[in-house]
């Protein structure tokens, strides 16, 4: 919303957006058409999917465009509809894993999932177009794809500073592969130094219990999904920002969105080693990266940004110096947009001022 249709919007085209606003308490944007579809949670996924799949049939009416993100929703697809974009973000054993916790799935379809979405990848492959989040992405796939990178918009105006507030904060989804036991165990421990956690974002199913009881205890606050523009401002004056995704040997993946989001707003970065994660921090010096599971490193981490208020504040600026020059979607947005443009068989913006287009209509 925030990014891509946000880009789009600016160009001059009408948007349908389908999504769970209600289940998010998110007010749609005045400028699209929006759909409001059920959550996918659980095992409430039937019920939500055979809804997206009946709003979409309705949405793709007179649409030039349609755009998806959900792998899920490739088996919902209309049979009429316009060309069709699959915007790919998810590693399909990123997804097992959250689908297995979410649902509480059986360990022998748990098992049977990766390859399950693989299949549905080599068949979008054949039949979409197809736009990749990350370079990591390309090794899935046969044929090459264009990259336009997951990034974060930059403000202009300066941030609050580190430690302004005396908390950590965690953003986005919130599951056992994502770090959810350590984030408790750290916000235990924190607590007797006076700083709290605050977690912004979804969590899967497994893990509700575990923060729910961690915030009757009074050790965390739980805000659950934030749309993006509040959440990024939440978390503003933080002494670290979170990325306690565990070990995945194997695999190529790009540094989780969060870090980029966390050094846009200038607040320095705990992570653990994911090994683009920990380039990235190591390179431009903008955070701690903490060995797996290993909780006590990062309170260390967090304490020692606190208590060097000049050191954390250069910390978060060079952070904030490399996501503007390298990572701001300003530099993307307009790439973006030609792309979809040439896909709806319109004519790309290059020359030309982004709100001078006639409209065309995406979903």
């Not at 899920?72 to 297995?100: F, G, K, N, S, Y």
């Not at 974060?152 to 592969?177: D, E, K």
């Not at 984030?183 to 969590?203: F, M, S, T, Y």
Request: contains cysteine; aromatic residues 4%; hydrophobic residues 40%.
């Amino acid at each position: 919303m925030h990014r891509q249709i946000r880009a789009l919007l600016d160009a001059g085209h009408e948007i349908t957006y389908v999504a769970p606003f209600s289940d998010c308490n998110v007010t749609p944007d005045p400028r699209i058409r929006a759909v409001d579809v059920p959550r996918a949670a659980g095992r409430r996924r039937r019920r939500a999917l055979g809804a997206a799949r009946a709003a979409l049939e309705r949405g793709v009416e007179g649409a030039d465009l349609l755009v998806v993100h959900d792998v899920e929703l490739l088996l919902r697809l209309p049979r009429r509809r316009p060309a069709t974009v699959w915007d790919v973000r998810e590693d399909p054993r990123d997804l097992a894993a959250d689908l297995a916790a979410d649902a509480r799935l059986p360990a022998g379809l748990f098992r049977s999932l990766p390859a399950l979405v693989r299949r549905i990848e080599s068949r979008a492959e054949r039949r979409l177009h197809l736009v990749l989040a990350g370079e990591s992405h390309r090794e899935r796939f046969g044929g090459p794809h264009p990259v336009v990178p997951d990034t974060a918009r930059v403000p202009r105006r300066p941030p609050l500073p580190p430690g302004h507030q005396s908390r950590v904060v965690h953003l986005g989804r919130i599951s056992h592969s994502r770090g959810a036991a350590e984030l408790v165990e750290l916000a235990r421990r924190l607590a007797p130094h006076g700083i709290r956690l605050d977690l912004i974002g979804p969590a899967d199913g497994g893990t509700r219990p575990l923060l729910r009881d961690a915030q009757r205890e009074g050790l965390l606050d739980w805000y659950g999904h934030v749309p993006d523009r509040h959440a990024l401002r939440m978390a503003e004056g933080s002494i670290a920002g979170l990325s306690f995704r565990h070990d995945s040997p194997g695999r190529e993946r790009p540094a989780p969105t969060k870090i980029i989001e966390y050094m846009s707003r200038g607040i320095p970065v705990v992570t653990t080693p994911v090994p683009a994660a920990a380039a990235l921090v190591d390179r431009v010096r903008c955070g701690a990266v903490v060995p797996f599971g290993d909780v006590g490193a990062a309170v260390r981490a967090v304490l020692a940004l606190r208590d060097d208020p000049s050191g954390a504040a250069a910390t978060g600026a060079r952070g904030r110096a490399e996501a503007a020059l390298h990572h701001d979607w300003s530099a993307h947005a307009a790439a973006f947009v030609n792309l979809l443009e040439e896909w709806a068989g319109e004519p790309v913006t290059a020359g030309r001022e982004l709100g001078s287009l006639e409209p065309w209509h995406a979903i």
